[in-house]
């Protein structure tokens, strides 16, 4: 800046302070400096000229303004920043949405030009590239606005995954975007009970569901069953194969975004070994694109067993005792079944204002003991244990 007096002359060895007024990031020689803050650059040389060395790294307009010790000075100067050169790992590419049907619906791509700082870039040409022949790319119309932004679009009549790839001015850049087109997305859940005894009729419940809003074509479901577990009826939409060890049932079309649900009535043998853990899988499948296949497969497994046994003993067997004398008997449960159950201690052949029984009623899961503790005045008297349980 150049201080002058009244009459035009340069006004020399007078301090000056500089302050930007808009915009933010600015740095005056080494210091930051904050929009209204004064900073001081110095003193004017003998043709009353101050300099001082502004750079910031975001561009935009800043507003500056001046002043000096006999007062502000009424010119401001603006000073614009303009991005740097393209930097490909800044610049970016995205599209929208990421999936469309096969039918000619055409999905956005967006691609942004960015310097080094992430400035965005105006002005620049975007030319956009597939690695699939069936697509048909609409290149963008315009160069990238004042956001650093333009658009094109691509198109596929052909059920596929397809990879975009962006140039700016002639750079390739780095990012890419991967669309697909007409893809479904089939999961199946099978569920059944955790703990059976061999013999009984089971029963398994089926989940099924299109994610995508595709219609998913020639969808099939396909369970397989272990030896010691047999088909016996299903309540599903449609009749299966002729039923085995391998059951199927041919579904036809899953619209988008919908699911179908039903039961597996399924016998398992009175043969099957106490403790077995037998899996049942089940698999499905179709003739159009799918996506993802981490979930088209699901398994139920099953513990064969005694589903409410346990065992009782109580210690010690006997005791004698005198008039007035007091016992104590401890009685240990264990819970033998494969399912929480709920047990109850009594005592039967005394009276019942003469002992009593800690604790009440317990819920024990699968193999869990406790002991209940009968103490009170008797001769010889017998302690029973009687059980209780729900289901």
């Given at each position: 800046?150049?201080?002058?007096?009244?009459?035009?002359?340069?006004?020399s060895?007078?301090?000056?302070?500089?302050?930007?007024?808009t915009?933010a990031?600015l740095?005056f020689?080494d210091t930051?400096?904050?929009?209204g803050?004064?900073?001081?650059?110095?003193?004017?040389d003998?043709?009353g000229?101050?300099?001082?060395?502004?750079?910031t790294?975001t561009?935009?307009?800043?507003?500056i303004?001046?002043?000096s010790?006999?007062g502000?000075i009424?010119?401001?100067a603006e000073v614009t920043?303009?991005?740097?050169t393209?930097?490909a790992?800044k610049?970016s590419i995205?599209?929208k949405p990421?999936?469309a049907p096969?039918?000619?619906?055409g999905?956005?791509?967006?691609?942004?030009?960015?310097?080094?700082?992430s400035n965005?870039?105006?002005g620049m040409i975007?030319s956009?590239?597939s690695?699939s022949?069936?697509?048909?790319?609409v290149?963008?119309?315009t160069?990238?606005?004042?956001q650093?932004k333009?658009?094109?679009m691509?198109?596929?009549?052909?059920?596929?995954?397809?990879?975009?790839s962006?140039?700016i001015d002639g750079?390739?850049?780095?990012?890419l975007?991967t669309?697909?087109?007409g893809?479904t997305?089939?999961?199946?859940?099978l569920s059944g009970?955790?703990y059976a005894?061999?013999?009984?009729m089971?029963?398994?419940?089926v989940?099924?569901?299109?994610?995508?809003?595709t219609?998913a074509d020639?969808?099939?479901?396909?369970l397989s069953?272990?030896?010691g577990?047999?088909y016996d009826?299903?309540?599903?939409p449609?009749?299966?194969e002729p039923p085995g060890s391998?059951v199927t049932?041919n579904l036809?079309?899953?619209?988008?975004?919908s699911a179908?649900a039903f039961t597996?009535?399924?016998?398992?043998?009175e043969s099957?070994a106490?403790?077995?853990?037998?899996?049942?899988?089940?698999?499905?499948s179709?003739?159009?694109f799918d996506?993802?296949?981490s979930?088209?497969?699901?398994q139920?497994?099953?513990?064969f067993?005694?589903?409410?046994?346990h065992?009782a003993?109580?210690?010690?067997?006997s005791?004698t005792?005198s008039i007035?004398?007091?016992?104590v008997?401890?009685?240990?449960v264990?819970?033998?079944?494969?399912?929480?159950d709920t047990?109850?201690?009594s005592?039967?052949g005394?009276?019942?204002?003469?002992f009593t029984?800690?604790p009440?009623?317990?819920?024990?899961?699968?193999g869990q003991?406790?002991d209940s503790i009968?103490?009170g005045?008797?001769?010889?008297?017998?302690y029973?244990?009687?059980r209780s349980?729900?289901?």
């Amino acid at each position: 800046m150049t201080l002058k007096n009244f009459e035009g002359e340069p006004v020399s060895y007078e301090p000056v302070e500089l302050a930007v007024t808009t915009g933010a990031g600015l740095t005056f020689g080494d210091t930051e400096v904050e929009p209204g803050t004064l900073i001081s650059i110095g003193q004017t040389d003998t043709n009353g000229v101050a300099s001082a060395l502004v750079k910031t790294t975001t561009s935009g307009t800043r507003t500056i303004t001046a002043r000096s010790s006999l007062g502000p000075i009424s010119q401001t100067a603006e000073v614009t920043f303009i991005p740097g050169t393209l930097d490909a790992e800044k610049s970016s590419i995205s599209a929208k949405p990421l999936e469309a049907p096969a039918d000619g619906t055409g999905i956005a791509i967006t691609v942004t030009a960015r310097d080094a700082n992430s400035n965005l870039i105006p002005g620049m040409i975007v030319s956009l590239s597939s690695d699939s022949p069936n697509a048909t790319i609409v290149q963008p119309s315009t160069p990238t606005d004042a956001q650093g932004k333009t658009t094109g679009m691509v198109f596929d009549t052909t059920a596929e995954e397809v990879i975009i790839s962006a140039s700016i001015d002639g750079v390739p850049i780095s990012g890419l975007v991967t669309v697909t087109f007409g893809s479904t997305d089939l999961t199946v859940e099978l569920s059944g009970p955790l703990y059976a005894p061999p013999g009984e009729m089971l029963t398994y419940s089926v989940l099924m569901k299109n994610l995508r809003k595709t219609v998913a074509d020639g969808v099939s479901l396909t369970l397989s069953l272990p030896e010691g577990l047999t088909y016996d009826d299903d309540d599903a939409p449609v009749d299966p194969e002729p039923p085995g060890s391998v059951v199927t049932w041919n579904l036809g079309s899953l619209p988008g975004y919908s699911a179908i649900a039903f039961t597996i009535s399924i016998q398992s043998s009175e043969s099957i070994a106490i403790g077995s853990d037998l899996t049942s899988m089940i698999t499905v499948s179709s003739t159009s694109f799918d996506t993802n296949h981490s979930n088209n497969t699901s398994q139920a497994t099953t513990r064969f067993g005694i589903t409410f046994t346990h065992t009782a003993t109580i210690s010690p067997s006997s005791q004698t005792l005198s008039i007035g004398g007091e016992a104590v008997y401890t009685i240990e449960v264990q819970n033998t079944g494969q399912e929480p159950d709920t047990f109850t201690t009594s005592v039967s052949g005394i009276n019942s204002d003469w002992f009593t029984v800690e604790p009440g009623p317990t819920i024990l899961s699968p193999g869990q003991v406790i002991d209940s503790i009968p103490c009170g005045s008797a001769l010889q008297n017998a302690y029973h244990h009687k059980r209780s349980h729900s289901r």
